[in-house]
């Protein structure tokens, strides 16, 4: 099948819908398919063809919101080389700029268009109007959020319930949603690959000793995490367990904020900032955790969830419906709902290494769940809804003959 990529976020950018993009890419790889992209040029605004130009990366203006650029809506230096493709379907990840190319190239060379819808856009409409007009706006991105995914796709993957519970409840979607967690390349987030020396002396410069008790962070930086519950919660941990330490993987809007806060709670001692990490690199953050954490309530899926679950790490987070396909309460890690009860269960972790040990067994065997493999054949199956392959099974095919049989 020859699979035509459409999005807003690619590599080298680093954020949650760029790495589920890069694990389809190579997951359909695997398969035997051949991927194609069109993105936004990161850097300029030049067209830029790389890989043999199977990658088009077309001009881009900064949003102000992280590092998105939004493309124009019908590039056409980037028509010709798509007509050349003769794709077989179109997979677009965004719903504005690359994606109303997405659409509009399927509807000129009848490609049939699937959509993944990643990003919860109510949770960051602050970021825009800074507080005005957020009730306003809601309302306008629910419109173009519902027009994209009912008018255009012929197919609507979302990562999880929380995604399919928002246009099934609040925006009264009738079509069929296909709820696909993104997968993830767990082999590389493995304890297997890493020797104890390496990660000794990862420990060492970061100033960890052997026996700390490790708390991990690894994401971007910014109101929406949630990130200040985690730092108060740790500034009560700490009072009481002074071999803790929390480290903090990431940069974002607000890094220096967190540094000043961690400072105001009297606990940067023990408290690391890394600052941004190659993406390459981050697979044996992991392993200096005991534990991870998140308190975030504005995720599509938890991409590092099934990252620390894949390198024997079990997960802390807060009780989110996007959560609850990844983390089995008590089993793989525990949930919290509010800052007390995060405290407590650090603790509980903390004075029950058993019971956290039998969690590191479960969180491994857990993300094999969410294997490449497993992934791709999951997104292949949307496909060939889309391309009408799948439409009808044996029994579907079995009572059309015999229908015919009796027309006969």
């Given amino acids: 099948m020859r699979i035509g990529i459409f999005t807003d976020t690619y590599p080298p950018f680093i954020n949650g819908v760029s790495t589920s993009i890069a694990m389809l890419e190579k997951a359909l790889i695997e398969e035997g398919h051949e991927v194609f992209i069109v993105t936004v040029n990161p850097e300029n605004m030049a067209y830029r063809y790389e890989d043999e130009e199977r990658i088009i990366r077309i001009p881009g203006i900064p949003t102000g919101i992280y590092d998105y650029r939004l493309a124009g809506i019908y590039p056409i230096r ?22 109303t190319f997405a659409r509009i190239i399927a509807k000129q060379f009848d490609i049939p268009l699937v959509h993944t819808y990643h990003t919860m856009y109510e949770d960051y409409v602050y970021y825009i109007t800074k507080g005005y007009f957020d009730k306003s706006s809601k309302k ?59 990660i000794m002396e990862l420990k060492k410069e970061l100033g960890i000793k052997k026996d700390d008790f490790v708390i991990l962070y690894v994401g971007r930086l910014a109101q929406e995490k949630n990130i200040e519950l985690l730092l108060r919660g740790f500034k009560n941990i700490s009072k009481n367990h002074k071999n803790t330490k929390f480290v903090i993987v990431g940069s974002g809007p607000d890094y220096e904020h967190y540094i000043n806060l961690s400072n105001e709670y009297k606990i940067s001692n023990n408290v690391i900032f890394t600052n941004a990490i190659p993406w390459e690199e981050i697979p044996i953050y992991y392993q200096l955790a005991s ?118």
């Fill in 140 to 198: 306008i991105l629910e419109y173009l959020t519902k027009f994209y995914c009912d008018k255009t796709a012929k197919e609507l993957i979302v990562p999880s319930k929380k995604t399919y519970d928002l246009f099934k409840k609040k925006y009264k979607f009738d079509k069929e949603i296909h709820i696909v967690p993104t997968g993830i390349d767990t082999k590389r987030f493995s304890k297997e690959n890493y020797k104890e020396e390496e």
């Fill in 78 to 99: 980037a028509v010709n080389k798509i007509k050349k493709w003769n794709l077989d379907i179109i997979h677009s990840h965004t719903e504005f700029g690359v994606g």
């Fill in 291 to 408: 534990v991870f954490v998140t308190a975030s309530n504005t995720e599509t899926q938890g991409l590092t969830l099934i990252e620390a679950m894949s390198g024997s790490i079990p997960v802390v987070c807060l009780e989110d419906e996007s959560f609850k396909d990844i983390l089995i309460d008590n089993i793989n890690g525990k949930y919290f709902k509010n800052e007390d009860e995060y405290v407590e269960v650090i603790e509980y972790l903390i004075q029950n290494p058993d019971i956290r040990k039998k969690m590191c067994d479960q969180a491994e065997i857990t993300s094999e769940m969410h294997s490449l493999k497993f992934f791709a054949k999951r997104v292949l199956d949307v496909y060939k809804e889309a391309l009408g392959m799948n439409k009808k099974g044996f029994f579907g095919r079995l009572k059309d003959a015999l229908k015919g049989n009796k027309d006969e």
